[in-house]
């Protein structure tokens, strides 16, 4: 079945920066776009960007000002989200999704614990 | 960008009654739009797409309507399991930015 397994927790301090990634199986990977979406506690839903694994093209959230880059390895059917400059406000649970543009997000990482501190 | 208002923030409710959650969106989506819930502490679930197509191996308890500028999530016969947050998406759009959430309590 298809499934996205994400990396584990990370605790870092602030300025720093963070690689989350986002294993995949159990379909075509070249097929469908990986979005990231994160959630501060207590908060909702952040979409952050997304990823087309064949072209590579990126399309980001422009809430995060040029600090988000993504890659996807063809190779190993992972994808790559790094966030850096890191602030206490990205503090907060981060998951990858397959889904992007005229796709719904159908299937969900398990998320990533980041924490800025 | 899209705004997406939802509505109401929180919902009161009991074991087997029917809510409805409403999501405005700040320009026409067709019928692009998608519902998920969140448990506490789990990752989003995708619920409805299209607006009205319910994801494989969701019960029939959930159904959603609508378009363009007005959608609507109904529960009927709520279960204990369905006390979580419900969000919707735009989601053929450059940039799918989520409502704020719904938290449904018991």
């Known amino acids: 079945q298809v499934q996205l397994v994400q990396s584990g927790a990370e605790v870092k301090i602030p300025g720093a920066s963070v690689k989350v990634s986002c294993k995949t199986s159990?379909?075509?990977?070249?097929?469908?776009?990986i979005s990231w979406v994160r959630q501060a506690p207590g908060q909702g839903l952040e979409w952050m960007g997304r990823?087309?694994?064949?072209?590579?093209?990126?399309i980001p959230a422009q809430s995060l000002h040029g600090r988000v880059s993504m890659t996807a390895d063809t190779s190993t059917t992972t994808v790559f989200l790094e966030l850096r400059s890191l602030t206490s406000g990205d503090t907060g649970v981060y998951y990858c999704a397959r889904g992007g543009y005229a796709d719904p997000f159908d299937v969900w990482g398990q998320g990533t614990l980041v924490t800025v501190s | 960008d899209i705004r997406m208002t939802q509505s109401p923030s929180t919902l009161s409710a009991f074991v087997g009654d029917r809510v409805t959650i409403s999501c405005r969106a700040s320009?026409?989506?067709?019928?692009?739009l998608a519902w998920y819930q969140q448990r506490p502490g789990k990752a989003p679930k995708l619920l409805i797409y299209?607006?009205?197509t319910l994801q494989s191996g969701v019960p029939s308890r959930f159904s959603g309507s609508g378009s363009e500028k007005e959608f609507t999530l109904t529960i009927d016969g709520l279960q204990p399991d369905d006390f979580a947050t419900y969000y919707c998406?735009?989601?053929?759009?450059?940039?799918?930015?989520f409502g704020q959430g719904t938290k449904l309590e018991i």
């Open positions: 990823i087309s694994p064949d072209t590579g093209q990126i």
């Open positions: 299209k607006a009205s």
């Open positions: 998406q735009p989601y053929n759009t450059l940039f799918p930015t």
């Open positions: 320009q026409r989506l067709g019928t692009w």
């Open positions: 159990g379909y075509t990977f070249t097929m469908y776009s």
